[in-house]
Structure formats: C-alpha cells, structure tokens
C-alpha cells in the first residue's frame, strides 16, 4: 500500500505502530422493522406486518403515535436508461398505531400485560372503508390493487418522502418509530426524555469529543497517535454482520492507518498493543422502585458521571489496567466516575467491548451514562451526564498517550 503523507500539523508526532485510541458506540436500537410482506388486513383494517428487533420493552409501543424511517431502493432513469439508487425516507406525521386492548375485554391485564410478538404488534394504518374511498387517481382503483406485498396506501405515503412514484419503489428497510420529540424534562429540568438514547446518546458524545478535541492545530501538536470514533450497527442482536463489531471493519482500519506509513508488517501488532478502546453503551441507572434489582454497592446515580462497567465473566472487557486509565482521566479533570456489577444472581447483558477485545486483542474499558427505562420506546437520563460523558470523553482523547506513556505493565 502507497504511503500516505498527510497536510502538517496532523502528522507532527505519529509514526508507524503508534497506537490507536477509539471510542466504540453503536447507533441500532429495539424497534418494529417492516416485513418483507407487510400487507396485512384484518376484521376490516390495514394493518402494516413487523418484526421485532432486539430486545426491547415491547409492550411500551403500544398507544404511541408511529411514523416510519429508513431506506428505499428507487428505480431511476438517467439518459434513457435504467439506474437504482437508495434515499433516505422520514415520515414526519403519525400514520399508524399499536392499540391496547380496552380493560373490559381482559379483566386480568393488570396482573401481567403479555405480548404476542407475533399477533398483537401490527400497527394498524387504516380502515378498509377509508382506504377504499381513498382511491388513488394514478391507479384508477382501490389503493389494495397496487402491489402483492404492501398496501398501496403504504407505498404512496412513502413515496411522497422519497421524490419518486409508488411503482418506483423496488425494495426498502424501514422500521417503525415513535414521532414524539426529545425533551429537556422534570420538574427542574434535569432530564432527557428520548427514544433510544441508548445508544444514540454514546454516539454523540464521542462523535462531540472527536471534533472538538482535535479542532484546532495545538490541540493535536503532541499527539502522537490516532484518534478515532467507531460506531456500529446490530449490537442489539449481536453484531454479527458487515456492519456490526464483529466484523473485520476495526482490524482493517488499524491495519491500513499503520501501513499506510510504513511496509514493515511486524508494525501493526505493536500498534494494536499501543491502541486502547473506549465502548461506550448506556448503562443501568439505580431505579428508585426496584432496588433489589441493583447489587448494594453498585448502584449507578443519575448525575453521577460515566459508569466503568466490570463483569468477571468477561461479559465486559474491563480489567485493572483500563479502568484505572479511565478513573484517572477523570480524576484529573475532576470529573464524577462511577462502577457496575450485575448482581450474581441475575445475567448479565454485554457490549461490543469484549467482541473487539477478543477479535483484535485490543485494551478495552466498557463505559456508560446512567439511564432509565432502558429499551422502552421511550427512555430517560441526566442532562448532567450527557454534559460529563461528552467532557470524558474528549479528556481521553486530549490526555489518552500521555497517560499511557507512564504506565508500565504486563497486559
């Protein structure tokens, strides 16, 4: 591979086998993602059929108002021929909705809400009546007559937010998402009241501390590795895929950043070696009704800082080393840090730390923002957190090598 000489100040004091410092997140979040087949009508309504997708607190979609977002394969025409592209879609305004069952047909309901994945989460889009009146003049028909595989209506509705016609539409991946906006919250407004913060919140504040930590031509004169933000999809089901931490996607990135200055392959273990990773994932705020649920001396604060996640199984990737690297940061910038185990009598949920840390054999810390009503469709945190993961964050990032460069252990 041709050496790469990148524009001063950047490669002031990185050479070859220098290591890598990455904050790791993940963007994906439990939701409804749309069937293949979502054409689906019943006792005289339109129903939209989906999937469930990771682990989420399902019976807390029902009765909220439901958009869609995604991505939609098009069919174009460009100089007399044929092309295919994807668009990004947002459907703004609530289109469809999970009902709960009114209390007089399920007396019992309050003393256990069980959900049918399969049969009690379609979204209802529209009546069969509507939807027959609604008949599109393009179609000259029942908007049911458009396609096998989805609601005419459906498709319409879509192609209004991707720029093209129904019949333009060759495939799509869309997911059902609550329209209810983000909010600074309580009553002294000390909250963020969010869909998927976890783990859309990580995200931001890595990507946050990157800019802003190498912003400027001084803030990188001393530095004498890389600094990187990671972020993946599919940690909610396991990460196993193209674009999920179990891919090669972090190794290859290590491996043509070293090589790219120099030839000498015996470079990129040593650099692997100097790399350290940061996976940040939300994590486990005490809930004030269920305490039990928290082992005694570990119980996470909200405004308490970033949690160090531990697990002697290994369920995390921290160790000794890396949360002491982490706590000092912290110290240094006086700033709050907090520890988590799970009790010893309850599993233990993971991360893409120990996925990385074992396929690469990089040091690896697993961090998080304390958090409620984790997997709900809506979730919550401390404003203050979100500020202190953020400067954490972009305090490893400044501080990280010069850290490192102290420290002198066998990993």
């Given at each position: 591979?041709a050496r ?8 002031y004091?990185?050479?070859?086998g220098?290591?890598i410092y990455?904050?790791?997140a993940?963007t ?5 993602k ?6 689906v009508?019943?006792g005289?309504?339109?129903?939209v059929g989906?999937q ?9 979609w029902f009765?909220r ?5 995604g ?10 021929s ?6 990004l ?10 009902p ?5 047909l ?5 003393d256990g ?5 399969q ?6 889009l529209a009546?069969?009546v509507k939807?027959?009146?609604?008949k599109s003049?393009a179609?000259?028909?029942?908007v049911?007559t458009?396609s096998?595989?989805h ?5 319409q509705?879509i ?8 019949e333009d539409?060759?495939d799509?991946e ?6 209810q ?7 002294l407004k000390e ?9 859309l919140?990580m995200?931001l504040?890595s990507l946050?501390a990157?800019i802003d930590?190498?912003?400027?031509e001084s803030?990188l004169?001393?530095?004498?590795g890389?600094?990187?933000?990671a972020?993946?999809d599919?940690?909610?089901?396991g990460?196993d895929s193209?674009q ?5 996607v ?12 120099s030839s000498?392959t015996?470079?990129l273990?040593?650099?692997i070696q100097?790399?350290?990773?940061v996976?940040?994932d939300m ?8 305490m039990d649920?928290h082992?005694?001396n570990?119980?996470p604060?909200?405004?308490g800082?970033?949690?160090?996640k531990?697990n002697?199984n290994q369920?995390y990737?921290t160790?000794a ?5 982490f706590r000092?940061?912290a110290?240094?910038?006086k700033?709050?840090v907090q520890?988590f ?5 309850m599993?233990?949920?993971?991360t893409i730390g120990?996925i990385?840390?074992s396929g690469?054999?990089?040091r690896?810390?697993d961090?998080?923002?304390p958090q409620?009503?984790?997997h709900s469709?809506r979730?919550?945190?401390?404003v203050d ?7 954490h964050?972009?305090a ?5 090598s010069h850290?490192?460069a102290?420290i002198t252990?066998?990993?």
């Open positions: 591979m790469t000489h990148l524009p001063a100040p950047y490669h004091k990185y050479i070859a220098n290591g990455i904050i790791g993940h994906d979040s439990p939701c409804l749309l069937k293949p087949v979502t054409k009508s019943k005289g309504y339109l129903e989906v469930t997708y990771g682990g989420g607190l399902w019976h807390t009765d108002d439901l958009a869609i977002a991505r939609v394969i098009i069919k174009e025409q460009k100089d007399g044929e092309s295919y592209s994807h668009r879609v947002r459907i703004e305004e609530p289109i469809m909705r999970v709960t069952l009114a209390i007089h399920d007396r019992d309901v309050n809400f069980k959900v049918n994945k049969s009690h989460l379609a979204p209802v009546t069969s939807a027959e009146l609604n003049a179609e000259n028909g029942s049911e458009g096998p595989k609601h005419s209506l459906l498709l509705l192609a209004a937010q991707a720029g093209c016609a129904p539409i060759c799509f869309l997911q059902a998402c609550d329209t906006k983000s909010v600074i919250a309580g009553a909250f963020v009241f969010s869909g998927r913060l976890d783990n919140c995200s504040c946050k990157l930590s190498s912003s400027s803030s004169e001393d530095e004498s890389i600094r990187m933000v972020l993946f599919h940690e909610e089901v990460s193209a999920g931490a179990g891919s090669p972090v190794l290859d990135a290590l491996s043509r950043i070293t090589n790219s200055f000498d015996k470079l273990p040593i650099a100097r790399s350290f990773l996976s940040a994590a486990h705020a005490l809930h004030p009704n269920y649920k082992e005694e570990h119980q604060q909200m405004h800082g970033l949690v160090i531990n002697a369920r990737a160790n080393v890396t949360s002491f690297i000092e940061i110290t240094k910038h700033l709050p520890d185990v799970v009790r010893n009598d599993a233990c949920g993971s120990p990385l840390a690469i054999g990089i690896t810390v961090v998080g923002a409620l009503s984790m469709i979730e919550m945190c401390a957190d979100v500020k202190h993961s953020y400067e964050f972009k490893f990032f400044q501080d990280f850290l490192d102290k252990v066998d990993i």
